[in-house]
């Protein structure tokens, strides 16, 4: 009896999913590798690895980036 029951909620086939985004929760895409060092460039042992999908890896990117450039603007030909 309790096996017929669980036919209705367990499934046998194990789905393998994709890794969901360290930060916003959407599937990720991209691992993320961060690595601490002090001010003097001396590497610490501390590493942080995670997962991001690209629309978090571009805002990360963007924060972090001291030369980052924005892509222009471009103005539509029927305007």
């Not at 036919?7 to 194990?14: I, K």
């Not at 003097?40 to 980036?65: A, V």
Request: hydrophobic share 35%; glycine share 6%; with cysteine.
């Amino acid at each position: 009896m309790i096996n017929w029951i669980k036919t209705f909620f367990v499934s046998e086939e194990r789905v393998e999913r994709k890794p969901k985004c360290g930060k916003c929760g959407l599937g990720a895409s991209v691992n993320m590798l961060i690595e601490f060092q002090t001010l003097d460039m001396e590497e610490m042992e501390e590493k942080i690895l995670t997962r991001l999908c690209y629309g978090c890896m571009e805002d990360i990117h963007i924060r972090y980036n001291p030369k980052w450039i924005p892509e222009p603007i471009m103005r539509n030909k029927n305007e």
